[in-house]
């Protein structure tokens, strides 16, 4: 029998054994029958050159038993090695993956004053965990441009920055999570529910949340992010003229401030936030997250993603 080995191992091989199976080999004559030169340094050079090994029957050389040996436990590294490889490349997928798959169709809830921040966390909860992202400031926005029924009914409200009534907004929003895409993609409700008559809604309708997500933030910070607040009409972006201005010059050019984004309608529309928060988070005690939302976006961001987590694997 003939084993054929690589050079590699077979210049180890030579290497380990040369020592001890040199009684193999007759010391005196000049070759022997294996075509190997008989002192021990030429048939190292020998088996080094010799990169083919045609003319060695190393079985010969060092016995069968040996050979086995040898072979059976370079065979068992070779299979730790390779067990040890594919471990190695099985990595853990990322946080929001994990979640997702846990929890295919999250429901989340984001709260908060106006201009706490709810929008701009929004952008990024989207992108993160693929839920449908259901604004009711740009559903009432967009009917009022459309001038839909609904828009109609909501116009004079929000241009006073009044909450538009319950009727109106609550089956705007219970047909939006009727549709096929919140079913099957989970969804982020963002202003919803404001009243504690639009979350009695939700609960009778059988509606319920993975997470309640409430941003705090003074009233004085909010002022100065509502005045300073722009949008890109056409990407949606929300910038803020000094804290986050958007660094392109057609951008600046075009974006748009919202007619209710004034001092005097904000001290409207925090009124009526501080007429009703406490009674809406009350409705959402046993989901409920407070975040601190006066830290820069990326940090309030990283505290979001950590409530996320904390009450999806509760
Ligand atoms: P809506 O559009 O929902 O307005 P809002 O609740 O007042 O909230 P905003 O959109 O003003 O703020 P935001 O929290 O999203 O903050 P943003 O991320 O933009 O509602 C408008 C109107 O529609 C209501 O007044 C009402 O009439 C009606 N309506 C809507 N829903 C209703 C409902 N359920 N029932 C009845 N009526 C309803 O950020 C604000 C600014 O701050 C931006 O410039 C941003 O760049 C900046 N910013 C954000 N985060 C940070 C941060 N961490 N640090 C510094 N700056 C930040």
Same mark, same amino acid.
């Given at each position: ?159 006073? $920055?009044?909450?538009? %009534? /319950? *009727? =109106?907004?609550?089956? #705007?929003? +219970? ?117 601190? $939302?006066?830290?820069? %976006? /990326? *940090? =309030?961001?990283?505290? #979001?993603? +950590? ?8």
């Amino acid at each position: 029998m003939k084993y054929t080995l690589q050079s590699s191992t077979l210049a180890l091989l030579v290497s380990v054994c040369l020592g001890s199976s040199l009684a193999f080999v007759p010391a005196a004559s000049n070759t022997n029958p294996f075509g190997v030169k008989n002192t021990q340094l030429d048939m190292a050079e020998e088996l080094k050159l010799d990169t083919d090994f045609d003319n060695v029957e190393i079985v010969r050389l060092l016995g069968l038993r040996r050979m086995q040996k040898f072979v059976k436990k370079r065979q068992s590294i070779a299979k730790a090695i390779a067990a040890k490889e594919a471990a190695a490349k099985i990595e853990p997928p990322p946080a929001a993956v994990v979640i997702s798959a846990q929890k295919p169709g999250l429901k989340l809830i984001i709260a908060g004053a106006p201009a706490s921040g709810k929008g701009t966390q929004c952008e990024i909860i989207k992108k993160e965990y693929g839920v449908v992202h259901l604004s009711t400031g740009d559903m009432l926005r967009a009917a009022v441009a459309e001038g839909t029924e609904v828009g109609k009914q909501a116009k004079a409200f929000m241009d006073a $920055g009044k909450l538009v %009534p /319950d *009727e =109106v907004i609550i089956g #705007v929003v +219970a047909d939006r999570l009727d549709q096929k895409d919140c079913k099957e993609s989970g969804w982020l409700l963002d202003g919803f529910p404001r009243t504690p008559g639009q979350a009695d809604a939700l609960a009778s309708a059988g509606v319920s949340a993975d997470c309640f997500i409430f941003l705090n933030v003074p009233d004085e910070i909010l002022v100065d992010r509502v005045i300073g607040r722009r949008t890109d009409p056409i990407t949606g972006k929300i910038y803020h003229m000094t804290f986050s201005p958007p660094n392109d010059d057609d951008i600046l050019a075009r974006l748009e401030q919202r007619s209710d984004d004034t001092e005097e309608k904000v001290k409207v529309r925090l009124e009526q936030f501080h007429a009703n928060v406490e009674a809406v988070k009350g409705s959402y005690n046993e989901i409920g997250v407070e975040i601190d $939302g006066t830290a820069a %976006p /990326d *940090e =309030v961001s990283k505290a #979001v993603a +950590a409530a996320i987590s904390s009450r999806v694997s509760a």
